[in-house]
Structure formats: structure tokens, C-alpha cells
């Protein structure tokens, strides 16, 4: 690849800065096939389904982190490995049982489907940070 590459992570839920991330991507002309999510697209915030509806239609490259592979295969929990009570542990607990009943089977299957790694090479000769 030579031409400009977004790779970012952690959508977690939150349609609103997904939705921002995909107006800035448009904005900068970087095409979905350029850009990389490197997983946990489900996790603590409240729309799930829609965040997984919103990257499916985009196109983007996804790479199955621990949110996707415990969904994907009903797992008890998010696979996190929070301390036991800890305050990250209940939270995970809460949202994770709401992310069970909220992602329908169909993107649940989709998420199986998604690599546990992507790898590219870039060439270009000079980087751009966006905050």
C-alpha cells in the first residue's frame, strides 16, 4: 500500500464515534479497503447491533478480538481476564450479558468468520497523525 491507511480500534459499542470515525475516513478519501478496525467492535457501550451494522456495511477490514471470539462462541464472558469483583469486572459482566441478547445470530456467525490477525505493508514517505 502506498496510499493513506486508517487503523484504529475499539469502537466498543459507541455508533456515535464510529459513525465519526467513518465521516472522517470520507472526509480524508480513504477508501474501506484502507482501513483497518483491529477489533472489540461490541463491548460497553449501549448499541451493539448497530455498531456491528454500521462496520458490516462499511467494508472495513476487522480483525476478531476477544469481544468478537466470546460472542461468536457464546462464551460465560468477554474473555478480558479482569480481576474477580473488580470494578472492570462487573462492568464487563453487565454489558457482555446485554451484548448476548442485543447481537443476533446472523453477526454473532460474521464475527466467527473474522481473521485473528491482518498484516500490510506501507510505503509512503510521510505519516500523518490525526488526533
Known amino acids: 500500500m502506498t496510499?493513506?491507511?486508517?487503523?484504529?480500534g475499539g469502537p466498543?459499542?459507541?455508533l456515535a464515534a464510529l459513525t465519526a470515525m467513518k465521516q472522517k475516513s470520507a472526509e480524508l478519501q480513504v477508501p474501506a479497503t484502507n482501513i483497518i478496525c483491529t477489533g472489540d467492535v461490541v463491548a460497553y457501550c449501549a448499541q451493539a447491533q448497530e455498531t456491528i451494522?454500521?462496520?458490516?456495511?462499511?467494508?472495513i477490514h476487522v480483525v476478531q478480538g476477544n469481544c468478537e471470539d466470546s460472542l461468536a462462541n457464546d462464551k460465560e464472558d468477554?474473555?478480558?481476564?479482569?480481576d474477580e469483583e473488580s470494578v472492570c469486572d462487573i462492568a464487563s459482566k453487565q454489558w457482555f450479558a446485554?451484548?448476548?441478547k442485543a447481537v443476533n445470530k446472523e453477526?454473532?456467525?460474521?464475527?466467527a468468520t473474522l481473521p485473528?490477525?491482518?498484516s500490510f505493508s506501507y510505503n509512503h514517505t510521510a505519516m500523518h497523525v490525526i488526533h
Open 3 to 8: 496510499s493513506p491507511v486508517i487503523v484504529f
Open 12 to 14: 466498543y459499542s459507541n
Open 53 to 59: 451494522d454500521l462496520i458490516r456495511d462499511w467494508g
Open 78 to 82: 468477554c474473555g478480558c481476564g479482569f
Open 98 to 100: 446485554f451484548a448476548r
Open 107 to 111: 453477526s454473532k456467525n460474521w464475527m
Open 116 to 118: 485473528t490477525s491482518i
